[in-house]
Nanobody, 126 residues
Framework: QVQLVESGGGLVEAGTSLKLSCIAS????????MGWFRQAPGKEREFVAS????????NYGDFVKGRFAISRDNAKNTTWLEMNNLQSEDTAVYYC???????????????????WGQGTQVTVSS
């Protein structure tokens, strides 16, 4: 059974940074793309970033504008989302996800991901 556990969220001030982690278990981590999504209260889920199995391909949501970076270490079954210059509009629950079958891509659609973590809350005070 695939399990994803996020950590690293918290309450921070605008302009500061956070680094989220997602540890996967239950299958060979390195074969699958990983993605980060977020959902703010009253809003739809939004794509944040994704990374393909090798780490050579990454995609970011338009709002990221160079502030975030996704990375992975297949030996540690872990993917990270480093977020810099956080703003109040970044406040949301952040979820990591992984696909059900191995692709060579870094998907940006939520429907391309089959397994989701429980989420970690990020709150940015202005």
């Amino acid at each position: 059974q695939v399990q994803l556990v996020e950590s690293g969220g918290g309450l921070v001030e605008a302009g500061t940074s956070l680094k989220l982690s997602c540890i996967a278990s239950g299958r060979t981590f390195g074969n699958f793309a990983m993605g980060w999504f977020r959902q703010a209260p009253g809003k739809e889920r939004e794509f944040v970033a994704s990374i393909n199995w090798s780490g050579r391909t990454t995609n970011y949501g338009d709002f990221v504008k160079g502030r975030f970076a996704i990375s992975r270490d297949n030996a540690k079954n872990t993917t990270w989302l480093e977020m810099n210059n956080l703003q109040s509009e970044d406040t949301a629950v952040y979820y990591c996800a992984t696909e059900s079958w191995p692709s060579l891509l870094a998907p940006i659609r939520g429907r391309d991901y089959a397994y989701w973590g429980q989420g970690t809350q990020v709150t940015v005070s202005s």
